[in-house]
């Protein structure tokens, strides 16, 4: 799992893929992607093109939401509108997905009462491994 579809990741990963022809997955936050590539350095994220040369390999996209912003910073109005620009924007590039991952693992009741009406899968992202009995499946 990719997190941010940054340029830096997005080769390595398509080395391993090229090298092993096991896809992977990467979360976009539409709203960062770039028209093309133009890479400038770790902090870039990579260009649409890439993007579809990657897809064309199978590697599955899912929604980062379009601003790559705090979710619980916003309104109700704010969460659907950039849920929905991020769905419109992946649906335009051919990417077809129901699975958020939420930008810096950040929700809370509101946000958990939208995101249904845009996906049918959300996921937070840390760095523990999930154990069983889960608190929260």
């Not at 990741?9 to 709203?31: F, K, Q, Y």
């Not at 969460?79 to 419109?88: H, S």
Request: aromatic share 10%; proline share 4%; hydrophobic share 40%.
């Amino acid at each position: 799992m990719d997190d941010d579809a940054k340029a830096d990741a997005l080769r390595h990963w398509e080395n391993i893929i090229d090298a092993t022809g096991v896809p992977m997955t990467s979360a976009i936050p539409t709203g960062l992607v770039q028209a093309e590539e133009n890479y400038e350095g770790y902090w870039s994220f990579a260009g649409w093109d890439t993007i579809e040369r990657l897809k064309n390999k199978g590697v599955d996209f899912v929604s980062h939401t379009h601003s790559h912003t705090n979710l619980t910073k916003f309104t109700e109005e704010e969460i659907r509108a950039d849920l929905g620009l991020a769905k419109q924007e992946l649906l335009a590039h051919g990417i077809e997905t129901d699975i958020l991952v939420y930008p810096n693992n950040a929700r809370n009741e509101l946000v958990l009462s939208v995101v249904p009406d845009y996906f049918d899968a959300a996921v937070a992202c840390g760095g523990e491994f999930n154990v069983r009995p889960w608190e929260n499946p």
